[in-house]
């Protein structure tokens, strides 16, 4: 009894929380599928919206809120800003009060740019760059010894210390290892007074029309002064110190006249040993993005493109009119064949005879373009070409001489003029590496010389961010006091901007981590941690389904970083599906009651705990009256195994895997714990490349057995079905070609003379001439997103008006594309090759969306699922492989029933599905798991457990394990 009053306490709290600090209201929301809803949302609290995928949450959240307060943006700006940005469309919406600004943190704003690292898009980075420019330490790259700069006092301090009554010389170097006369020079120094030079070793008197020999390479130094260096000369060395530093930039000689020893002393950071001088740091010389700091072999990229001699010369068993050098392809009426054929005939070797039976010095010729290129520089250089991923210069080959079958290839890469089809064509010939000069770290090579505490930036930027805050903890006893005086703040920003990141769980990342790598759910969160390191007040944020690829573990660390942006004076809106979430949140909107046209209504909002004890479908998955049932038995599967040994890339250690085949096989781990690159970066380019003969590169293994037991492999990722509104279901699943066909057999069309092509929005006959069959037109933001609205001319229907008036059973083709999917179902039911393609997006559970519904509206777990029919739709042979990376993402309890429907329909025929997830109710109905970790980053990359899901709830060392169990014996509680 004790505990319901306290219960109903903490309740009533929670309430007169939400009351006090009042609401955002929308009032009559109409936006996409929502039924004119009213909803009172609490402001500065954690705020979930649920339901099911596709009954209107992102409708309420982005497409109305978010949007209202980005167009009450734009409104603050002035007419004439705006005439330059466009308007932006009203939402379909009566009126929303309370709103306060709002920022939005989709999973759609990955940066695919390759310069855009975990460090950049943080911040981190550039607080890391102003932290060496200010405190790093520079060592020589040819002793490793520490290195020095004198300012002028130093030096003549030194002077006397070192060589006191030493008749010396000082010299200010005017010309280092360069060619020229320099007459113009010494008539110059001449006139100012100066009566000697040092040339190239030899001191020599200044006289009128005095030049050396322009084709030599020389050394010339001004000799400043000649002087005993004793405190009687004080005064005179201070100013002769002072001239020659002015007049060497910085650089000065001292030459001692009994033995002509030679001591160098500089302004700037110069090696004492080697005589190497580096620029005084800035911030920009530990940018890979700027020409300051930037690696000049891969431009800042930390890659290469490299001339891959196994795909130009692929089989050396042909002969070169075979085609046996692949660029060059079989003997054709071509001018590069006929250079060829005159090589031939000069160096005297046959086309006709197999590759493999030429010389080497032949080859290197065809190759290379001549004989000796080859040997430059060793053997393994014969073979490679190195090109920079965004070399602007064009080498033209304008003397019409043979250049070389490799530096043919290399100049249509690196040129600005190339077409994308031949830049495609020759990216087959190419590898990408890691490059050689800078290993990686992107950066040129003085800048990795700069250290703080014995690491340079490219090393910290390597490490993982848990072990990059365990570096940073207690620097300060070791930097000196005034290293400390001057990184006092920079550290205090970067240890409170890498504890945000490793809050939201992402301790497995490491700064240069590219950003385009990142998952939809790794961008969001590091957006995330940026809006809490930032600390702002007053905001609306809304996220969509920030617990995207985490573990079960970290997520009461979202939970927290999630309800401390609350704290702070936020309010919080989520779209999202995970129930621990769901269950922590102070305020919960469910959505529905079904999808589509079905849905957009507000079925339920309250405290979590009220709307427990309701009837809907997500209150009844919440309180366990509706599971997701555990099969009765695994499967055996086919009795076959594909085994992969030594697999080893990023951070794998060197693992051994089995793969049972006709099983459903889960991947599971912690985040970073090498999932991806086990499956996605090792096992299907293997694959890919045993079915197909594709060009994919698996990351680094040793051997892989079984591969005859599989003929085909799908991968079914959630990456975007199309990038515009021209794309959707109807295109991508390849039906639309049908239902245009259809609609030109229609007695009207046939007398008209239209054909399938008049039915494409693609085709200028029958397209609207304003769109161009895009159905919206295109407004530019410039610093926003670009905005879609309806074309005027044919109201967002794509077509023109004569292609309108052909209707199939009443409905034109405008109409079709506007059906949704369980609409279609019932309208084609009597052509069976279209009905039963269409069926399956139904039967994925997409009945909701059109058959014309714009690619760039559909979620992830959407596009996937479009993704997932369309392989459904064709025939697999048996011994198909699936692979599916977390196809949970945006799908509701429900949804998630209808896809483990149809992958275990998959399976049941034969075929091997796996599916790399962190959903607890696809887990544990799989045939078998394979569970990775124990840590993320460095800390993962190990099998922790092969076999089935109850055998894993007992093993000790996973983290998966435990949230398994508890969800096994909740089951069985339910049952029993």
């Excluded at 709002?102 to 943080?122: A, L, M, Y």
């Excluded at 390597?462 to 070791?478: A, H, T």
């Excluded at 609609?743 to 008049?758: L, N, W």
């Excluded at 559909?858 to 977390?886: C, H, M, N, P």
Aim: aromatic content about 8%; overall charge neutral.
């Amino acid at each position: 009894m004790q505990f319901l009053i306290m219960a109903k306490s903490k309740q009533q709290k929670s309430v007169d929380i939400i009351i006090e600090n009042g609401f955002i209201e929308v009032f009559g929301a109409r936006e996409h599928n929502l039924k004119n809803i009213d909803i009172s949302i609490p402001k500065n609290q954690l705020v979930v919206i649920t339901g099911i995928s596709g009954s209107g949450k992102s409708s309420l959240a982005f497409d109305t809120i978010f949007a209202e307060g980005q167009r009450r943006y734009m409104e603050s700006f002035s007419a004439y800003s705006r005439q330059f940005m466009g308007d932006m469309e009203r939402p379909d919406v009566d009126k929303i009060t309370g709103l306060s600004p709002v920022i939005s943190i989709e999973q759609k704003t990955t940066n695919k740019n390759p310069r855009s690292t975990v460090g950049t898009v943080t911040e981190v980075y550039d607080f890391l760059r102003l932290l060496f420019a200010r405190i790093g330490e520079a060592f020589s790259y040819n002793t490793e010894k520490k290195m020095v700069k004198w300012s002028e006092e130093e030096i003549v301090e030194n002077i006397l210390l070192k060589f006191p009554g030493e008749k010396i010389s000082l010299l200010a170097p005017l010309v280092r290892g360069r060619k020229g006369h320099y007459r113009e020079l010494f008539e110059d120094v001449r006139k100012k007074g100066f009566l000697k030079v040092r040339i190239d070793g030899e001191i020599k008197d200044l006289v009128a029309k005095m030049q050396v020999d322009r084709y030599k390479i020389h050394n010339i130094e001004l000799v400043i002064d000649r002087l005993v260096a004793n405190i009687e000369q004080r005064v005179r060395l201070s100013e002769s110190v002072q001239k020659g530093l002015q007049i060497g930039n910085g650089l000065l000689f001292l030459v001692l006249n009994r033995n002509n020893e030679q001591i160098q002393y500089s302004r700037q950071l110069m090696c004492e040993d080697t005589g190497i001088s580096y620029e005084e740091p800035s911030p920009n010389a530990f940018s890979f993005n700027s020409p300051y700091g930037a690696c000049p072999v891969c431009k800042g990229l930390g890659n290469v493109y490299q001339v891959n001699p196994e795909a130009i010369i692929p089989d050396k068993k042909l002969s070169i009119n075979e085609g046996g050098i692949a660029p060059l392809g079989e003997e054709r009426e071509a001018f590069v064949f006929k250079q060829v054929q005159q090589l031939a005939r000069k160096h005297k070797f046959s086309l006709d005879k197999p590759i493999a039976n030429l010389p080497a010095a032949v080859l290197n010729i065809l190759l290379y373009g001549k004989e000796d290129i080859g040997k430059e520089n060793g053997d393994d250089n014969a073979q490679v070409m190195e090109v920079a991923m965004d070399v602007e210069e064009e080498t033209i080959n304008a003397t019409g001489e043979y250049e070389g079958v490799v530096n043919m290839i290399r100049r249509w890469f690196s040129s600005s003029t190339t077409n994308d089809a031949l830049r495609t064509w020759v990216e087959k010939f190419m590898l990408l590496k890691t490059c050689p000069s800078c290993g990686g770290k992107r950066l040129k090579k003085e800048s990795l010389w700069f250290k703080v505490d014995g690491e340079n930036i490219g090393e910290l930027s390597d490490f993982d961010l848990d072990k990059l805050l365990n570096w940073f903890e207690g620097i300060e006893s070791r930097l000196d006091k005034r290293q400390n005086i001057i990184a006092k703040d920079i550290l205090k920003e970067l240890k409170e901007r890498i504890q945000f990141l490793l809050d939201v769980g992402l301790k497995y990342l490491t700064l240069s981590r590219s950003s385009k790598s990142l998952s939809g759910g790794e961008s969001q969160r590091i957006r995330l941690a940026s809006q809490i390191g930032s600390q702002l007040q007053g905001i609306t944020y809304i996220l969509d389904e920030p617990s995207i690829g985490l573990h079960q573990r970290d997520n009461h660390q979202l939970i927290k970083a999630l309800k401390n942006l609350r704290d702070i004076g936020n309010s919080v809106l989520v779209v999202e599906h995970d129930k621990d979430i769901m269950l922590a949140a102070d305020y919960l909107i469910d959505i529905g009651p079904k999808a589509g046209k079905h849905g957009g209504e507000v079925v339920a909002s309250g405290i979590p705990q009220d709307l427990l004890k309701l009837d809907t479908v997500t209150s009844s998955y919440l309180n366990g009256k509706l599971q997701i049932g555990i099969p009765l038995e695994r499967r055996n599967g086919n009795g076959q195994f594909l085994e992969l040994s030594g697999a080893s890339g990023n951070n794998l250690k060197n693992v051994n895997v089995k793969f049972p085949l006709g099983k459903f096989i889960s991947v599971t781990g912690v985040s970073g714990s090498g999932k991806s690159t086990l499956i996605n970066e090792t096992l299907y380019p293997i694959l890919s490349i045993h079915a197909y003969k594709s060009k994919m590169t698996p990351l680094p293994y040793k051997k892989v057995k079984g591969l005859e037991n599989i003929d085909k492999v799908v991968e079914i990722d959630q990456s975007p079905i199309g990038r515009t509104p021209r794309s959707n279901p109807a295109t991508y699943c390849g039906f639309f070609t049908d239902i245009r066909t259809l609609f030109a057999s229609v007695p009207e069309a046939k007398i008209r003379g239209y054909k399938a092509g008049r039915f494409s929005f693609n085709v200028k006959s029958g397209r609207c001439d304003v769109c161009e069959g895009g159905g919206m037109r295109v407004i530019e933001m410039n610093f926003l997103p670009d905005v879609y609205v309806h074309c005027e001319k044919c109201n967002g229907k794509r077509y023109n008006r004569e292609t309108l008036e052909i209707r199939y059973k009443g409905k034109s083709i405008s109409d079709v594309l506007e059906m949704t999917v369980d609409e279609s179902v019932d309208f084609f039911k009597n052509v069976p090759y279209l009905y039963r393609k269409i069926k399956v997006l139904r039967e994925v559970g997409l009945g909701y969306i059109t058959l014309g519904q714009s690619a760039v509206t559909l979620s992830g777990g959407e596009a996937q699922r479009v993704k997932l029919s369309t392989e459904l739709s064709k025939r697999d042979t048996g011994k198909t492989f699936y692979i599916l990376d977390e196809p949970t993402t945006g799908l509701h309890f429900q949804d998630i029933q209808h896809l483990a429907d149809v992958l275990n329909k998959l399976v049941d025929r034969g075929n091997t599905v796996l599916v790399i997830e962190h959903n607890m109710d696809i887990i544990k109905i799989a045939d078998y798991i394979i569970d990775l970790g124990p840590e993320g980053g460095e800390g993962g990359g190990r099998i922790l457990f092969e076999g089935t899901p109850e055998l894993l709830a007992e093993n000790k060392k996973s983290f998966t394990a435990a949230f398994l169990k508890d969800e096994l014996r909740d089951q069985k509680k339910d049952k029993a």
